[in-house]
């Protein structure tokens, strides 16, 4: 293997990579980034076992070959590297030589054919999204998705189809158990449901890295236990959880007794200054609704206790209640509209937030109890 | 007490009393800062015990008074308020009642009377420095200063007189054993030398933030146990450290075998690249000096090696050494100048380095054994 790359090029396939490779590896080899020479130019394959990313860059191939390299500390070279053309070489010990500028480094290698092998999707149905679209939905959705939950089936963003008459449309939802998230899209094609469709909160994330920046049709296929994200240069192989997600629709409230709309940013900003002053380990503000105004309140003890109210149109009795302003933030920040509706019941019931310029999601956010 | 004050000055009194006190105090009333009104404003102190920062503020005195509150509590609401006037009232039962926009927030009090008191400096004697030269030899000396060295004298910065017949000159040494540098300007005024003058790192570097953005003249009196800092609105106490410097003379070469000028920018960023397959732990790069160019490389185990060729000028023998890289770096950092030149001996002999640029600054760094 012989190849010039550009340095933005490899920094830009070995960033992607070192997001994916596992950080204390159970097997030497899953540090690794695989390079491969493509008829176009390098091929970089880096997977963690439940996901595999494998990105095609640009680069002048003078002899073809693969070599697999500790994708970490590539990244780090690669990164400080002077001159703007790398030359990558696999020399006669086997070692991958990276020249540029000044610079010469020798870098140790695994054996490429040590790399674990992607496992084949064996189906043939796909749909395809907007990548502007499957951006707005995984940032609706992704924050709520469990981070590590013995309940395994909420850390994974459910998959379903919720077409109508006229159009197909495929919603995303995530919960923790405290906050639930959808947001749904327009998509052609065909999507194969499953009975299990979770996406891993980790693969999730590094899709909506991937797809910064890029504008076009993204290719999604599900398969039984894995699930494809493609578009031109990126493919990505994400084993699915084998766990049920429970049954959302039971946790949304059918009515409600109170509806409340508010300036999205005076609500969060007003939150935040607030929530300096509630007690860390539960986080809770006071929400005391009346017929013109949310007052705010926190209190934390050997500290002091703050106040904000909020200018609000309240429809029905006022109410208190009690939230974690910290999940209440971070639905609020997942909004792009200006104006936003809660949607009260009684003080323990959940509270639905609608955003009033998107109806293609919804949030529900769990109270909590007050002393 | 009843203040209005703009929050940017608030902010700006509140960063710097958060920075001083300490973050798990020995006594509760050491994480405050002390608010008192003066005749033009709002005065701030923070003190850690070792050191105290005064500092005076623009405010609108409504009514006088003081009053003790956590500082960095107060920190985190000062920066999210919203509005630019913020009012500051000692309400009746002694809490700090602070209201800013839409906001009301009620903080739990010390009793100011526990407030640690300045101590004194009965010391009339004060020199006078430029704010840009005191910032200049801080920047030289502080990295080099031991952060917690169990050889107590290493752990301040020693403040020496080097004045010759035609100018009074104040020189300030740090070393940790590894590295030694020294800086010196000119002053005005008098140098009240004691027998121990060690200023120590944190003050150095409070000192060296306080400076930033000051134009003028800096006021510094040194008494037997305490020094005094001051610029108009600014006074910081220092206690000086109770221990000996080292007679760092003794290490420095009176004369040397091999001089090397080299670029300084091209030998940093290549010494930053070739370190990144330096071994962890010793941090360790080969110096390979010849007639025309300086060769370094290191090796890493299981990662690989690296090496760059650097072009100097070599007046002597051909030499090799090794060198801790991030010391080299951060010395390189220090100068200003394009061109520096290595004085160096034997393979384990100090190297002593000379920003071309600049007379009044001399870096040492000791050299590591290679295997």
Same mark, same amino acid.
């Given at each position: 293997?012989d190849?010039?790359i550009?340095?933005?090029?490899?920094?830009?396939?070995?960033?992607?990579?070192?997001?994916? !490779?596992?950080?204390?590896?159970t097997?030497?080899i899953?540090?690794?980034?695989l390079?491969?020479?493509t008829?176009?130019?390098? =091929?970089?394959t880096?997977?963690?076992?439940?996901?595999?990313?494998?990105?095609?860059y640009?680069?002048?191939v003078?002899?073809?070959g693969?070599? *697999?390299?500790? +994708?970490?500390?590539?990244?780090?070279?690669?990164k400080?590297?002077?001159?703007d053309?790398v030359?990558?070489?696999?020399?006669?010990?086997?070692?991958?030589?990276v020249?540029?500028? +000044?610079?010469?480094f /020798?870098?140790?290698t695994?054996n490429?054919a040590?790399?674990p !092998?992607?496992?084949?999707?064996?189906q043939?149905r796909?749909?395809?999204?907007?990548?502007?679209a499957?951006?707005?939905?995984?940032? @609706?959705?992704?924050?709520?998705?469990?981070?590590d939950?013995?309940?395994?089936?909420?850390?994974g963003?459910?998959v379903?189809?919720?077409s109508?008459?006229?159009? *197909?449309?495929?919603? $995303?939802?995530?919960?923790?158990?405290? @906050? &639930?998230?959808?947001?749904?899209?327009?998509?052609?094609?065909?999507?194969?449901?499953?009975? /299990?469709m979770?996406?891993p909160?980790k693969?999730?994330?590094?899709i909506?890295k991937?797809?910064?920046?890029? %504008?076009?049709?993204?290719?999604?296929? #599900?398969?039984?236990r894995?699930? &494809?994200?493609q578009y031109?240069g990126?493919?990505?192989?994400?084993?699915?959880l084998?766990?049920? #997600?429970?049954?959302y629709?039971?946790?949304l409230p059918a009515?409600f /007794?109170r509806?409340v709309? !508010?300036d999205r940013d !005076?609500l969060r900003? *007003?939150?935040r200054r607030?929530?300096i002053?509630?007690?860390?380990?539960t986080?809770?503000?006071?929400?005391?609704?009346?017929?013109?105004?949310?007052?705010?309140?926190? =209190?934390?003890?050997?500290?002091?206790?703050?106040? %904000?109210d909020v200018?609000?149109?309240?429809?029905g009795?006022?109410?208190?209640?009690?939230?974690?302003? =910290?999940?209440m933030?971070?639905?609020?920040?997942?909004?792009?509209?200006?104006?936003? +509706?809660?949607?009260?019941g009684?003080?323990?019931?959940?509270?639905?937030? =609608?955003?009033?310029?998107d109806?293609?999601?919804? $949030?529900?956010v769990?109270?909590?109890? &007050?002393?």
């Open positions: 293997m190849i010039l550009h340095r933005d090029e490899l920094v830009r396939a070995l960033a992607r990579a070192q997001g994916i !490779v596992e950080k204390r590896p097997l030497p899953l540090s690794a980034v390079l491969q020479t008829p176009e130019g390098l =091929r970089a880096a997977t963690d076992k439940t996901m595999t990313v494998i990105g095609d640009a680069a002048t003078r002899s073809s693969e070599v *697999a390299v500790d +994708a970490n500390n590539f990244f780090q070279i690669a400080v590297l002077s001159g053309i030359t990558l070489t696999v020399i006669d010990n086997g070692r991958l030589e020249r540029a500028g +000044a610079s010469v /020798k870098l140790s695994f490429a040590d790399f !092998v992607t496992p084949a999707l064996d043939a796909s749909l395809a999204m907007e990548s502007g499957l951006r707005r939905v995984i940032d @609706r959705v992704h924050f709520a998705v469990a981070p939950d013995n309940r395994y089936g909420l850390n963003a459910h379903e189809d919720t109508v008459s006229d159009g *197909a449309v495929v919603r $995303f939802v995530g919960t923790d158990g405290n @906050r &639930l998230c959808w947001a749904q899209a327009p998509y052609k094609g065909e999507l194969g449901i499953g009975k /299990k979770l996406l909160r693969g999730l994330g590094e909506r991937l797809l910064d920046g890029y %504008e076009g049709d993204v290719q999604i296929a #599900f398969g039984d894995a699930a &494809l994200v031109p990126i493919l990505v192989h994400l084993r699915l084998e766990a049920d #997600f429970p049954d629709r039971q946790v009515s /007794k509806r709309v !508010v !005076v900003e *007003a939150l607030v929530s002053l509630a007690t860390d380990a986080n809770s503000v006071r929400f005391q609704f009346t017929s013109d105004a949310l007052q705010l309140s926190a =209190r934390k003890a050997d500290a002091g206790d703050g106040k %904000e200018p609000v149109e309240l429809q009795e006022p109410i208190s209640m009690g939230f974690n302003a =910290r999940f933030v971070e639905v609020l920040s997942a909004m792009q509209g200006s104006r936003v +509706a809660l949607e009260l009684e003080a323990l019931a959940p509270c639905i937030l =609608r955003d009033l310029d109806d293609n999601a919804l $949030f529900v769990m109270p909590v109890r &007050l002393d």
